[in-house]
């Protein structure tokens, strides 16, 4: 198992930046496919980014070029960098894992486990 627990969320202005982290916990040695995921009120639970554990990403259409997935092994942190952010970025921000495909991200994957969430508000 491994817990994750998300910060770096808050309130923006149209137009900045926030960095969003993911602190992983317990069974760190598997090899994971990471992801972020946002959910605004009133509408479904969206992927954002995901990276597999050979660095390899995926982006949804709406976030190219503005946001950046990243991680750091050595620290257990898996990151979103989120630049040019618009009111409908507005969202709860989730981090995410799942080692059922050995790191790989393929799209019909399920993930197993996921973070509480950070709020982000863009104004």
């Known amino acids: 198992h491994v817990q994750l627990v998300e910060s770096g969320g808050g309130s923006v202005q149209a137009g900045g930046s926030l960095r969003l982290s993911c602190a992983a916990s317990g069974d760190t040695r598997s090899r994971y496919c990471m992801g972020w995921f946002r959910q605004a009120p009133g509408k479904e639970r969206e992927a954002v980014a995901k990276i597999e554990t050979d660095g390899g990403t995926s982006y949804a259409d709406s976030v190219k070029g503005r946001f950046t997935i990243s991680k750091d092994d050595a620290k257990n942190t898996l990151y979103l960098q989120m630049n040019s952010l618009k009111a409908e970025d507005t969202a709860m921000y989730f981090c995410?894992?799942?080692?059922?495909?050995?790191?790989?991200?393929?799209?019909?994957?399920?993930?197993?486990?996921w973070g509480q969430g950070t709020q982000v508000t863009v104004s």
């Open positions: 995410a894992a799942d080692p059922s495909y050995g790191g790989k991200c393929p799209p019909h994957l399920i993930f197993g486990y």
